[in-house]
């Protein structure tokens, strides 16, 4: 059974369709790369997955129970987990408590237990804490826990959003444009970072990306987006020789703005 499938998505902002019958099965131990123009309906994609928004037609299976009309919170505790293409960490709560927060989904204590701090809640509020660590650990943020999120440089803030994700312990990890605003060097340690993640939590990962770097390095399989609809799937190093493709990103070769 797949972990995540996807079948005929849809999705209109008025009169604008910005998805078009997107499908997409992702399996165990596996990378998927959504690429396109801006404006492609990628990001709306990730949206409609994860409950932003409530698609117009289609259906979303994980682990082959359909989570259509769930809240967003109710998905994270489904499987599906993600980070966004601009930041968004709780800037002014530590580093600690900004990864805390991505368990909340899990902890399964009722406010009345938060309010008695009864035995289950100081339990389920120290394991999360203790996932949290192991993760900062992980990521080389160990001595960071008590730092301020918005006194991080970025890239360490993108390790930050990526540990929140993880603490839910999700079985699909969707990364919106994960390399935006990285060097090449910092792009290959968030390859390897991404790498590792997939190899030692067994999560399979869709990612959004510009940067052809990390898709050819990363990805199993990519598509690719244009309008809303889908213009190629297939392996990354194929996507160079398809002439579809080619013209989304650049333009007709007569064109002046390709001259």
């Keep these: 059974m797949p972990l995540l499938q996807v079948n005929n998505l849809s999705h209109s902002f008025g009169g604008l369709r910005a998805v078009s019958s997107f499908s997409l099965t992702v399996d165990h131990d596996m ?3 959504i690429i396109g123009p801006n404006g492609a309906g990628k990001t709306t994609v990730f949206n409609l997955v994860t409950g932003v928004y409530k698609p117009d ?23 599906i987990s993600r980070t966004f293409q601009n930041i968004r ?30 035995p289950s809640f100081l339990r389920a509020e120290r394991d999360a804490t203790e996932r949290g660590r192991a993760l900062l ?8 826990e008590n730092h301020i999120a918005s006194s991080l440089p970025y890239g360490m803030q993108r390790k930050v959003e ?28 968030l390859a390897d970072l991404i790498l590792r993640i997939k ?29 809303g609809e889908t213009i190629f799937e297939g392996k990354p190093q194929d996507l160079a020789a398809n002439a579809t493709v080619v013209k989304a990103y650049f333009g007709e070769a007569d064109e002046p703005a390709a001259r």
């Design 31 to 33: 990378v998927w790369g």
């Design 57 to 79: 037609s289609g259906s979303v299976l994980v682990n082959g129970e359909n989570i259509e009309g769930l809240p967003s919170n109710r998905i994270v505790a489904k499987g």
């Design 89 to 118: 960490l709780f800037k002014s709560m530590t580093v600690l408590d900004n990864i805390r927060t991505g368990a909340y989904c899990r902890l399964g204590y009722s406010p009345a237990a938060a309010i008695m701090r009864t």
């Design 137 to 144: 650990s992980e990521f080389g943020l160990g001595d960071r």
């Design 162 to 189: 990526l540990a929140r994700a993880l603490v839910s312990t999700p079985c699909v990890l969707l990364l919106d444009e994960p390399g935006a605003g990285m060097n090449p060097s910092e792009l290959d340690g």
């Design 199 to 227: 190899r030692e939590y067994g999560v399979a990962v869709v990612l959004i990306e510009h940067r052809m770097r990390l898709v050819m390095r990363l990805c199993d399989r990519v598509k690719v987006l244009n309008f």
